[in-house]
């Protein structure tokens, strides 16, 4: 069994009226809600993947530079 819960909720005109005619309200609204979630959910992994690659680049750098200065010597 699916549980619900009640929202009484305002919304703007233009929406309100485009809403009028559709006969499941609240199905339409739930999957907008979860298609907006969804999209904020991979926003944030995207930006947490972004930083993590910008991390690892940092120290590929840095160890790049430590490797420079014994590039040099006779091994």
Not at 43 to 62: D, F, G, H, I, N
Request: net charge positive; no cysteine.
């Amino acid at each position: 069994m699916i549980h619900t819960i009640r929202f009484n909720i305002t919304l703007p005109q233009d929406i309100g009226s485009k809403l009028q005619h559709v006969k499941n309200k609240s199905a339409i609204i739930a999957e907008s809600l979860r298609e907006k979630f969804r999209k904020a959910e991979e926003k944030k992994e995207l930006t947490l993947l972004a930083e993590a690659y910008a991390a690892s680049a940092r120290e590929e750098q840095s160890l790049r530079k430590d490797w420079e200065t014994t590039a040099g010597d006779s091994l």
